[in-house]
Nanobody
C-alpha cells in the first residue's frame, strides 16, 4: 500500500522555523514527485512546493519563495519542507502528496494525513 506520513508541524511564533517531513512507502520513490499542500480554515487547498525525486527539480508558490525550501533524501524515501520566517498566514494543515509529476491539487494521486502548522503573531 502507498503510504505518505507527514510530521513536524507545531506551534511557532512569527519569524520562527519548522521542518516538515513526509515519509513515503509502497512505491518507487525515485519515480514520483512529492508535493506539499496546505489548507487553511475556510480556504481551498493550495500547492506550496513540489520536488521531482528523479532530478531534484523544485517548484514553489510565490507566497513561500525565499522562505521555504524543499529537499529529498532518496535513501530515506523522505521529503522535507524547511519553513523559515514563518508568518501567521502560513497557518494551515499541511499535506504531502505524490504523483508522477508536480501536478496541482487535483492531479496528485496519493495523499497523506496532514500535520497542523500554527504561527502565532
Amino acid at each position: 500500500d502507498v503510504q505518505l506520513q507527514a510530521s513536524g508541524g507545531g506551534l511557532v511564533q512569527a519569524g520562527g522555523s519548522l521542518r516538515l517531513s513526509c515519509a513515503a512507502s509502497g512505491f518507487t520513490f525515485e519515480d514520483f514527485a512529492i508535493g506539499w499542500f496546505r489548507q487553511a480554515p475556510g480556504k481551498e487547498r493550495e500547492g506550496v512546493s513540489c520536488i521531482n525525486s528523479n532530478d531534484d527539480s523544485t517548484r514553489y508558490a510565490e507566497s513561500v519563495k525565499g522562505r521555504f525550501t524543499i529537499s529529498s533524501d532518496n535513501a530515506k524515501n523522505t521529503v522535507y519542507l524547511q519553513m523559515n520566517s514563518l508568518k501567521p498566514e502560513d497557518t494551515a494543515v499541511y499535506y504531502c502528496a505524490a504523483a508522477a509529476g508536480c501536478f496541482g491539487t487535483y492531479g496528485m494521486d496519493y495523499w497523506g494525513k496532514g500535520t497542523q502548522v500554527t504561527v502565532s503573531s
